[in-house]
T-cell receptor, first 114, second 114 residues
Framework: EAQVTQNPRYLITVTGKKLTVTCSQNMNHEYMSWYRQDPGLGLRQIYYSMNVEVTDKGDVPEGYKVSRKEKRNFPLILESPSPNQTSLYFC?????????????FGPGTRLTVT | AQSVTQLGSHVSVSEGALVLLRCNYSSSVPPYLFWYVQYPNQGLQLLLKYTSAATLVKGINGFEAEFKKSETSFHLTKPSAHMSDAAEYFCAVSGSDSWGKFQFGAGTQVVVTP
């Protein structure tokens, strides 16, 4: 089954404790992206990747890191989480065809930082 | 820079009535426009997309949207609401000069009443 998976689905952590949210897709998509969803703000893009070893900042990259060493994986790293990073996080992927970008979204990771 | 504004954070419609969700965009270059739907506790699913072909775009589940350049709008409609249409809807824009970068609107929650 074609899908985007995220782990963990739920995470409660404390301020300053490094964490990684994994994202994996099995559709051989070149493009992958991370978003955070907050009430009243919609989705905001954190980072995206056009292909392996190619990443770029979205609108809200501060406090986050990413890497793209393999085509299928795009982990999101919070080196020192803070309470304002409490949010619902989505990973998405798509083929990088001209004007396509039909993004497939993962189920989301709900992160709480206390 | 590009941005999206969705008018109305909540919309209530009667079953069988017209659904109209409003989206206005700003973009300095020809935009690519998308509508996504999010059901409770799920990721986002693409409803339809505009990529500079036909201005009237048909999507899944009976939805359609019309691109109006003069009004910088991309409103989503469905002639007859169904109970299963209750969800949150997001408009998104990507620019032809910024491949991979997306901006989403704040979302419109649709409630369908019997």
């Amino acid at each position: 089954e074609a899908q985007v998976t995220q782990n963990p689905r739920y995470l409660i952590t404390v301020t300053g404790k490094k964490l990684t949210v994994t994202c994996s897709q099995n559709m051989n998509h070149e493009y992958m992206s991370w978003y955070r969803q907050d009430p009243g703000l919609g989705l905001r893009q954190i980072y995206y990747s056009m292909n392996v070893e190619v990443t770029d900042k979205g609108d809200v990259p501060e406090g986050y890191k990413v890497s793209r060493k393999e085509k299928r994986n795009f982990p999101l790293i919070l080196e020192s989480p803070s309470p304002n990073q409490t949010s619902l996080y989505f990973c998405a992927s798509s083929f990088q065809l001209a004007a396509s970008y039909e993004q497939y979204f993962g189920p989301g990771t709900r992160l709480t930082v206390t | 820079a590009q941005s999206v504004t969705q008018l109305g954070s909540h919309v209530s419609v009667s079953e069988g009535a017209l659904v109209l969700l409003r989206c206005n965009y700003s973009s300095s270059v020809p935009p690519y426009l998308f509508w996504y739907v999010q059901y409770p506790n799920q990721g986002l699913q693409l409803l339809l997309k505009y990529t500079s072909a036909a201005t009237l775009v048909k999507g899944i589940n009976g939805f359609e949207a019309e691109f109006k350049k003069s009004e910088t709008s991309f409103h989503l409609t469905k002639p007859s609401a169904h109970m299963s249409d209750a969800a949150e809807y997001f408009c998104a824009v990507s620019g032809s000069d910024s491949w991979g970068k997306f901006q989403f609107g704040a979302g419109t929650q649709v409630v369908v009443t019997p």
